[in-house]
T-cell receptor, first 116, second 111 residues
């Protein structure tokens, strides 16, 4: 089945530093990748949609300069949390789509970010 | 704006019984609806997809129904097992690539 690898699985960083999270589709080409954020005991909140080779589309309220998304190839998207603050601590999850309408999304296993 | 509610936040079911989870939405009917399972600290895993013109879908012990009149989908797990304990998310799709996830139901199967 389709596999999405997300790395790192957890990261602790100091306030003010930047953190990069990678999302790779291992056995299929992902024309679209989605980035979600999830707080404890809450559902997934879509942050942005990224299409290979074009700028990401951010959801309302998500700062594009703070959460930089790059989708440089059909198998890799990255999310960089810039100048991280403790309130950015959360569980970040990516998912990938092969671009086929109404097909399931394949999720990575998430990255637990803790900003101290 | 579209609202998706899953009742209830937590559900405890005795092992061997059928667990039934609900997903209600407002306003527009989705073109299709997906159900996912999420274990703690992991990403969601796809379970079933049902289209708006389908009433019911089955996969092993899982069954999903879709009632566009009631604006509701039901997710059933028959002969439930402790290994079925997880959070279950419904995700309607309203005609584009984006999925909007429900609030989730944390299911616990009690041995």
């Amino acid at each position: 089945g389709a596999v999405v690898s997300q790395h790192p699985s957890w990261v602790i960083c100091k306030s003010g530093t930047s953190v990069k999270i990678e999302c790779r589709s291992l056995d299929f080409q992902a024309t679209t990748m989605f980035w979600y954020r999830q707080f404890p005991k809450q559902s997934l909140m879509l942050m942005a949609t990224s299409n290979e080779g074009s700028k990401a589309t951010y959801e309302q309220g998500v700062e594009k300069d703070k959460f930089l998304i790059n989708h440089a190839s059909l198998t890799l998207s990255t999310l960089t949390v810039t100048s991280a603050h403790p309130e950015d601590s959360s569980f970040y999850i990516c998912s990938a789509s092969a671009g086929i309408y109404n097909s399931p999304l394949h999720f990575g296993n998430g990255t637990r970010l803790t900003v101290t | 704006s579209q609202k998706i509610e899953q009742n209830s936040e937590a559900l405890n079911i005795q092992e061997g019984k059928t667990a039934t989870l609900t997903c209600n939405y407002t306003n527009y009917s989705p073109a299709y609806l997906q159900w996912y399972r999420q274990d703690p600290g992991r990403g969601p895993v796809f379970l079933l997809l049902i289209r708006e013109n389908e009433k019911e879908k089955r996969k092993e012990r899982l069954k999903v129904t879709f009632d566009t009149t009631l604006k509701q989908s039901l997710f059933h797990i028959t002969a439930s097992q402790p290994a079925d304990s997880a959070t279950y998310l419904c995700a309607p799709n309203f005609g584009n690539e984006k999925l909007t996830f429900g609030t989730g139901t944390r299911l616990t199967i009690i041995p």
